[in-house]
């Protein structure tokens, strides 16, 4: 992915104490705790259909988890300490059954489904494909809920180079529900944690992303838009946006019937101090990305902690049908 053409952006961070939060807390979120742990049916509300969500069921099998509905599955964590960093594949779109994301693909191959990492953390790669100069492993996923009311999956990850240094860690938590025919929605939440000083310098590879599914994506015939209704990499790249949607009509054996997407949300408290410009590619590649929009590297000192909250939502239909505003809306809440 190229950093050229690059419109302004201010980013000037600021610490209060020793814990930064990005998002300003865990007040605005709202959301109860149980034991440390989110409440499902709190976290994640019906988002407005006014129908009853799905149930879900897991199954665990070293460090992945898969999240069935009935004997399909829905959406799968994958923790493998061969792969660079866990990422979620597939993610089921509510109508096809068809994963709406992409574990593979050109171009850039090392693009993983949904996926949090990192290029150039203290100069290590924590982003492309190579394993060896640093890997984001995993403490072994945990089925903290499961029932009617959707699935917690959490996580703990080490930002391990190369000499088993830890640069940094974080704590990752997936809420998931599923509304029949309509969307699969997945809130992440991650505390990131600096273990060492850390200093992370201007790049584009970075940081919560989604690789979209080839036929929806707009070189494969589908769209990309964003919450303004900004079109394609063109009207989208560089701008800050609450989300950012790829969609279109599914090929197969369907006849491209089915339209489905994906779309990536960026929570509002999310702020660098401002909401981070979206780098977005055609191909199907989408993130709210601050680090490439720096004026100076972003540090943290050891110790310190950043929180951040996306949601990812499987839907069917375009955006307006799938009633993304109110998705974001109750998100954003």
Not at 65 to 76: D, M, P
Not at 174 to 197: C, F, N, R, S
Not at 275 to 284: E, N, S, V
Request: net charge neutral; charged share 20%.
């Amino acid at each position: 992915m190229s950093d050229s053409h690059h419109p302004p952006f201010s980013f000037r961070p600021s610490c209060h104490g020793r814990r930064r939060f990005l998002i300003g807390g865990l007040g605005a979120l709202a959301v109860p705790l149980i034991s440390g742990t989110p409440h499902v049916r709190a976290a994640l509300p019906n988002p407005g259909s006014g129908e009853r969500v799905t149930g879900l069921a897991t199954y665990r099998s070293g460090n992945q988890v898969w999240v069935r509905e009935g004997n399909e599955v829905v959406a799968t964590y994958r923790a493998h300490p061969d792969v660079k960093y866990p990422y979620l594949y597939p993610l089921a779109g509510p109508v096809s059954g068809r994963s709406v994301v992409a574990e593979t693909n050109t171009p850039w191959p090392h693009h993983r489904g949904v996926f949090f990492a990192c290029d150039r953390v203290n100069g290590i790669d924590f982003w492309h494909a190579d394993t060896a100069p640093g890997r984001i492993l995993s403490d072994g996923p945990k089925v903290i809920e499961s029932g009617d009311q959707g699935v917690v999956i959490g996580d703990t990850c080490r930002w391990t180079a190369a000499d088993g240094r830890v640069l940094m860690s974080d704590r990752r938590r997936l809420t998931i529900q599923a509304t029949p025919g309509q969307h699969v929605v997945v809130d992440w939440q991650i505390d990131w944690k600096a273990e060492i000083d850390v200093s992370i310098p201007r790049n584009n590879h970075s940081l919560f992303a989604v690789r979209a599914a080839p036929d929806i994506a707009p070189t494969g015939g589908g769209n990309l838009v964003n919450a303004e209704g900004d079109e394609g990499e063109a009207g989208t790249y560089g701008k800050p946006s609450a989300w950012c949607a790829f969609y279109g009509p599914r090929g197969g054996r369907d006849g491209g019937r089915i339209v489905e997407g994906l779309c990536l949300m960026d929570h509002p408290a999310n702020r660098w101090p401002e909401a981070a410009p979206w780098f977005t590619r055609d191909y199907g590649f989408a993130t709210a990305s601050p680090m490439n929009f720096l004026e100076r590297p972003f540090q943290l000192a050891s110790g310190e902690e950043v929180q951040l909250r996306y949601r990812v939502v499987a839907f069917a239909g375009t955006p307006d049908d799938a009633g993304l505003a109110g998705l974001y809306a109750g998100f954003a809440e």
